[in-house]
C-alpha cells in the first residue's frame, strides 16, 4: 500500500467514526471540537482533521466558526421538521418508484431488513437498551430496503444523508416509541409486498409525523 493510499485510507476512517460519533450522540450538539484533542482521540493529523470538519460541515453535521475552528452542528425543533419534511418528501417520491419497480429480489431484501429490525424492536421492547445503535441501523436498513428498487442512486444517496440527520435527532432527543413503531413497519412491509402505494404512503406520514411529536414531548430537550 502506497503512503498516498494508506494517508486517505486513514482519513477516510476518521471522517465516518466522527460522523458516526457526531449522529449517535457521542459528540454532543454545540460541542466544540478542539483540534488537538480530536487528533488524540482519532489518531489523525491536525490537518486531516480540518479537511474531516469541512467536509462534515458541508452536510450540516459541523459548523465552521472561522478563524474560531469548528463546534458540533446545533439541535433545534425547527430543524428536525424541516429534516423530517423532507425526509418525507424524498421517501416517499423513492417508494412509488420502488413498488413500481420492485421485483422479488427487492421483495426478499425488504423481508430480510425487517426481520432483523423486528428481532432487534422485540429486544429494545424488553428494556434492553444495550443494542440501540443495532436497533438505528436495523430501522435505517429496512427504510434504504424499502426504496431500493427506485432506480436512483443519487436518490437513494440523498434519503441516506436525510435519514442520517433525522437518525440524530433520534438518538439524542428521541426514545424507542414502542409498539406504535412496530406496527408501523410492519403496516409498510405488508404494503409493500401488496404494492399499495396510497396505504404506504399514509403509513410512512404517520410513522415520520410520529416520531417529531416524540421528540416534541414536554420532556425533549429540543427547544427553539
Known sequence: MSSDLATET?????YKRIRADIIFG???PGQKLKLEKLKEAYDTSVSTLREILSRLASEGLVVAEGQRGFHVAPMSSTDLKEIAALR????THALEQSFDRGDVDWEARLASAHYKLARMEEVM???DTSQTEAWKRYDWEFHQALISA???RLLMETHAAVFD?????QMVALSYRGKIAED???QLLDAALKR???TAKKILGLHIQGGVEHALAEKSPLRD
Do not use: T, V, W
Open 10 to 14: 486513514i482519513a477516510e476512517s476518521s
Open 26 to 28: 457521542r459528540l454532543s
Open 88 to 91: 418525507l418528501l424524498l421517501e
Open 125 to 127: 421492547a424488553s428494556g
Open 150 to 152: 427506485c432506480g436512483s
Open 165 to 169: 440527520k433525522y437518525l440524530r435527532y
Open 184 to 186: 408501523e413497519h410492519r
Open 196 to 198: 399499495d402505494q396510497d
